[in-house]
């Protein structure tokens, strides 16, 4: 689902075709839904033959946000859509970063930013699982978040778009007498573990690495 920050302009658009699939004026008639269920009924712009844009707005209610535009005419047809309002800058849950805290480390923030955040900070939870510290301390909270942006910052350097650890890459191909090879893989970001390089760097120095299971037998008395 395309997701959109709380007060970014959104615009949506609409192309209506016909059953060869080509480009057909109609009428074009679009409601926008809400999350609190409210609707509105935008004045749509016939942008050019077949192409219907309504204006740009910005919304202010966070959660999913449902369109459906109505077709008639020369074409008559229901279509549906939907995108997901969020505020950028709160880490979604069970995260240790925001979405705008990936804006100044990777060129484009992707659709699924909220869900490589969550599983980057699993991974951090993951090489911190015998550590101990204090998850108020301010250093502490920088730490696990800039660790995480690595963590996102080296997966997708690496070509996981998911945050799974799968990376994909076009197949090659032959067609007649033409042959085309599949790009070579992205390089792997050097890896400590779980994590990225960059990413344990940042916990090591944070003193947040380094510590291992207590041994020590604690007798009550």
Known sequence: MITYELGRGVTIEHQVRNSALELTDATAVL?????DATTDTPAVTHVSTGIYRAPTFQPNQL???RYRWDISGAVTDVAFGAFLVVDGTLPPPGAYA?????????????????QLL?????????ALLTAVY???????????????VEQVAGNLG???????GITTT?????????????????????????????????????????QSPSTEASWNW
Do not use: C
């Open 31 to 35: 409601t926008i839904t809400r999350p």
């Open 63 to 65: 959660s999913v946000w």
């Open 98 to 114: 925001a979405r705008t805290d990936l804006a100044g480390v990777i060129p484009v923030v992707p659709d699924n930013a909220e």
């Open 118 to 126: 969550v599983r980057a900070s699993r991974d951090v939870d993951r």
């Open 134 to 148: 204090d998850p108020t301390d301010p250093a502490v909270i920088a730490a696990l978040r800039d660790a995480t």
């Open 158 to 164: 690496s070509g996981d778009k998911t945050g799974l």
């Open 170 to 210: 076009p197949q090659g191909f032959t067609l007649g007498k033409l042959s085309v090879q599949k790009p070579a893989a992205p390089a792997s970001a050097p890896r400590t573990g779980v994590l990225v390089d960059q990413a344990w760097s940042i916990l090591q120095a944070a003193g947040l690495t380094g």
